[in-house]
């Protein structure tokens, strides 16, 4: 029975996540000083008791998601005997979660992720004027589809409109200049979408739009060491596993800009042996995204002491 270990993205941070891990294990509280270290800033104050306003910015939910994943991760290493490299056929994590994998897997340091991910959140979030970009949730729509919707708005408009995540059993989400992604809600509501939902967010991000935060983390990964891997990672702008450094590198520098082709690295994994995902960290929306790509797959969600304890019931 093969696993795959997958860390979440933004949108599944909420006030007090962490907090009963800090209270239960010292490795937990160990993650959250650490991260809270590299930041100079007290995040794991802001992800314990809020206010939610706060944790919701781009630059403080991305490095709170991957502290909550992490030390999800070493509490389990601590208190369940978890041995990534001996347990986990793949790790992979979905847009800023692929940060958090790389972590778990051994690539990058918390600290490297940590002040990583704050200058993603920043520099995605100065890349487009608030207001001037969107992103909607498209229901009932292929990745095909949806291209098509995309692709045609972008054609009346002459914005922006592109896919940014393929997240798998009907939903793919779009991203662009707002008057281009308005545009592609109508257009979707006349070729089969079930639903066009306006996302609340604060950027449009994995869109063309975000070049120059692509260009700010190019230079911010080069400056920092990336190992390789100990468990294979199954990139987002490829759906195909990474171990080489130097090719890890370039993806992350792709994927803020690129699609998340998430249906199609969990296909891959599922045809590549795992039919085991556990997800590590705040929530359980990459579980509940499972069956509706693999539907045979098992999917454990792990992110409170309950759930850490209900991890050493999974089958090996």
């Not at 306003?53 to 502290?67: G, K």
């Not at 979707?188 to 449009?204: C, D, E, Q, T």
């Not at 993806?251 to 039919?275: D, K, P, S």
């Not at 359980?284 to 792990?302: D, H, M, N, S």
Request: aromatic share 4%.
């Amino acid at each position: 029975m093969a696993k795959a270990f997958v860390f979440p993205g933004q949108g599944s941070q909420t006030v007090g996540m962490g907090k009963a891990l800090a209270e239960n294990f010292a490795p937990a509280r160990d993650v959250f000083a650490e991260v809270d270290e590299a930041l100079q800033q007290r995040l794991s104050v802001l992800m314990f008791e809020g206010p939610e306003a706060e944790l919701t910015l781009t630059a403080n939910a991305q490095p709170a998601l991957m502290a909550t994943s992490l030390a999800v991760l070493r509490v389990l290493e601590a208190e369940a005997g978890l041995d990534l490299v001996v347990d986990a056929a793949f790790v992979a994590g979905h847009s800023l979660g692929e940060y958090s994998a790389l972590a778990a897997a051994g690539s990058l340091s918390v600290t490297d992720a940590a002040r990583l991910l704050r200058k993603r959140g920043e520099a995605m979030q100065q890349a487009v004027p608030v207001g001037a970009g969107a992103m909607a949730a498209l229901i009932g729509l292929d990745l095909d589809g949806a291209r098509a919707v995309a692709q045609a708005a972008a054609n009346e408009t002459g914005a922006v409109c592109a896919v940014a995540n393929d997240n798998g059993g009907g939903q793919v989400v779009i991203s662009g200049a707002k008057v281009a992604v308005d545009a592609a809600i109508e257009i979707a509501k006349g070729n089969g979408v079930r639903r066009a939902v306006p996302l609340a967010v604060s950027a449009p991000f994995h869109c063309p739009l975000m070049q120059p935060a692509a260009e700010a983390m190019a230079a911010a990964l080069s400056e920092v060491a990336i190992a390789p891997p100990k468990v294979p990672l199954v990139a987002n702008v490829l759906a195909a596993p990474l171990t080489d450094p130097q090719d890890i590198r370039q993806r992350l520098v792709e994927q803020v800009t690129g699609t998340v082709r998430w249906r199609e690295c969990v296909v891959y994994m599922a045809a590549h042996g795992a039919n085991v995902f556990i997800e590590l960290g705040a929530g359980k929306v990459l579980t509940g995204l499972l069956k509706r790509i693999v539907a045979e797959a098992q999917g454990f969600a792990i992110g409170t002491p309950d759930e850490i304890t209900a991890y050493q019931s999974i089958p090996a």
